[in-house]
T-cell receptor
Framework: DAGVTQSPTHLIKTRGQQVTLRCSPK?????VSWYQQALGQGPQFIFQ???????QRGNFPDRFSGHQFPNYSSELNVNALLLGDSALYLC??????????????FGSGTQLSVL | TQLLEQSPQFLSIQEGENLTVYCNSS?????LQWYRQEPGEGPVLLVT?????EVKKLKRLTFQFGDARKDSSLHITAAQPGDTGLYLC???????????FGTGTRLQVTL
């Protein structure tokens, strides 16, 4: 049973460029969340997708957008990249949207470096 | 301002020692989770605590949720090099769909 898979694993971009990161959730999971983890910090919630719609959003600018496909896979897009966008981007999937007693499964992440 | 503060930030100990990591907040959480993350990997869930005062054990790891559901602790007995990693607490506020992560505690266990 494949877990959460993300691609690519590493990416180098320059300021001003655009990037697309991809995520396939764990089999049977229909909810996908994205987190940004800067070096030496805990992950920060970007947004969550369920039924192909953005359901909740964290404190990130509109340059960060996403999409969920009918097969539950998801993309994270970042436009007009800034140096500060350099981070590990984590995708997480779950069966339920509400996380009170729900398990969240994380992928290994995409390490984005903006030069 | 970080909603969840962890202490200590860094901990370097020898194999066999005991340690405790703390996760504190002024907010009340409906549940709190602990994760361990190794370099180049995503966080892996260790435990979820839901009830105030709840204590859960996972082999040599003991997790406690504060009575007021504002804080938590992770105690490791007889640490081993395999315990090395970044330990993250993460809370759920109400019926939220997101996790609020702590600042993390980086643990290094040497022989």
């Amino acid at each position: 049973d494949a877990g959460v898979t993300q691609s690519p694993t590493h990416l180098i971009k320059t300021r001003g460029q655009q990037v697309t990161l991809r995520c396939s959730p764990k089999s049977g999971h229909d909810t996908v969340s994205w987190y940004q983890q800067a070096l030496g910090q805990g992950p920060q919630f970007i947004f969550q997708y369920y039924e192909e719609e953005e359901r909740q959003r964290g404190n990130f600018p509109d340059r960060f957008s996403g999409h969920q496909f009918p097969n539950y896979s998801s993309e994270l897009n970042v436009n007009a990249l800034l140096l500060g966008d350099s981070a590990l981007y984590l995708c997480a999937s779950s069966l339920l949207r509400v996380l009170t007693n729900e398990k969240l499964f994380f992928g290994s992440g995409t390490q984005l470096s903006v030069l | 301002t970080q909603l969840l503060e962890q202490s200590p930030q860094f901990l370097s100990i020898q194999e066999g020692e005991n340690l405790t990591v703390y996760c504190n907040s002024s907010s009340v959480f409906s549940s709190l989770q602990w994760y361990r993350q190794e370099p180049g990997e995503g966080p892996v869930l260790l435990v979820t605590v839901v009830t105030g005062g709840e204590v859960k054990k996972l082999k040599r790891l003991t997790f406690q949720f504060g009575d007021a559901r504002k804080d938590s602790s992770l105690h490791i007995t007889a640490a081993q090099p395999g315990d090395t990693g970044l330990y993250l607490c993460a809370g759920v506020l109400g019926t939220a769909s997101k996790l609020t992560f702590g600042t993390g505690t980086r643990l290094q266990v040497t022989l």
